[in-house]
């Protein structure tokens, strides 16, 4: 009896298959519980890479309830490829449509948002420009620049106040309070450091990641706040190392 | 088209699986460890701090860049997305050598993270040949093959796992990696004699050792069931095969693989110092 690939698959991610005859034991017995360390080796394997790479959703939920959300994850979203240090893309879209976690609407944005911390781990390095090279610009210049932003940069918008969320659980910061906020991911060197950002402050770094001008970034972000102060998007941008280029037009 | 020159050869010496936790450790005081192992699909990201590392211990140390998802042993086609990620790495690298393992993990899209085992016929022969084809003609130079810790058998199978990588050696001209612990694992999991295994095996083909870990189960009948952990020492039963292995075949670059439960650096040392006791006296 010939086991095919595809049988195997098939009954390494799901427990209530039979184990597919024609693999045995050394006396030629139905390999049993031999063909369930495959299966535990895969599943246990992927769940600890995903409690790993989300280590926040896990404390979130607790080691037991996450290793269940994880087997349930693994089983129908295996990797697609061998490039386990970004493997999670769609647990986001996953907690959304988990019932059991349903009433927990922040767990998809802090999924994202430690996606966007592991992305930016891994991100090319580039080298900041000198931020002399900013105050030396004459308001109206500023204004015609565009920057190129470093490809460590991460943006996590949400309606949440997930940086407070995530500082809570990973390091014991100050108890959250309810509002939007957007997560600014930068990488100074190696560790990625994060920032949170005003819903318009988004709107300034969304606009100038997409290569608008500085001007035109802060049109966007006054007209969705009259008040809004660019000073710590840019100071973040600065201290993170983001800013790789200037483009005066 | 072989002819891209490695920069080093592995050294007949203790090396160990790298782990970034002990790259303070090994940059300060490598102690008997000459040589070190990584596993490349962790440095196939664009930068950052795995990079950096790897380019400052590659100054120091001849690196064995060790495949774990190419699924070699796969029924579909080698991921060419990811042979050209590996190809990337061997080329700015330029390692002492490149290992993968006579198994699958990849089949339909799904990527399964473990190291699944095949049948021993001749199809399965031919397309693993096919494969580390392949991969020599896309590297630019001979691979080395790994024996794998198997749990269960396939019915199917025509040959011995020995016969089995004789045969791609001779075809396909790669090298063979002899890990130690999977010959333990797989002889006692399967009834066979670990010492015979040895003797069957093609010893002058082999280019590097791997000594790892594993835990002791028993299977539904209560027979001994050995899984392949990578977790804890090694066991006496391995040193004994390794040392016997070293008297038979000679020295070889030797590794010391820890990937679950890693312990802290002297305990990694202490272990590739036990390595090197044994061959040392094979050496003067």
Redesign the interface.
Known sequence: ??????Q??KA??DPGRDVPP????????P?????D??RN??IV??SN?LGEAFPVIRKLLGDNNFSILAGHFVRAH????????TYGDALPGFLEGFEPVRSLGYLPDIARLELALRKS?????AAPIDSARLQELSPDRLMETRFALA??LRLVRSDWPIVAIWRFNAEDGPKPEMGPETALVT?PE??PILTALSPAGHGFLAELAQGRTFGAALETATEQDPDFDLTPALAALVSGGAITALHEE | MLDATPRQTLPLAPGVGYKPQHFNAIMEDPGPVRWLEIHA??Y?????????QLRHLAERFPISVHG????IG???PL?A??LA?LRHLVDWLNPASFSEHLA???????????L??L?YTAEALSRVADHIDQVQEALGRPMLLENPST??????SEMAETEFLREIARRTGCGLLLDINNVFVSCT????DPRGYIVDFPLDLVGEIHLGGHDEQE???G?P?L?DSHGTEVVDPVWTLYAETIVAGGARPSLIEWDTDVPDWPVLAAEADRAARILTPVLS
């Open positions: 009896m010939n086991v095919d690939q595809t195997f698959r390494i991610l024609g693999l045995v034991d050394p006396e030629g017995r390999a049993g519980k031999r063909f360390v495959y080796n895969v394997s992927l890479a295996p990797p697609a490829s061998p490039l386990i240090a781990y891994h991100a090319a390095d490809p460590a990488r190696f560790d | 699909e962790n196939m990201g664009q930068g950052g701090r795995p990079l950096a774990v998802g190419l699924s796969g029924e579909a991921d997305d990811h990620r699958w993990s990849s089949h339909e899209t799904a990527f399964l993270n473990d699944l085992p049948p749990y269960l058998a396939f019915a199917e999991n399967q009834k066979l299977d539904e009948h027979a069931l899984i």
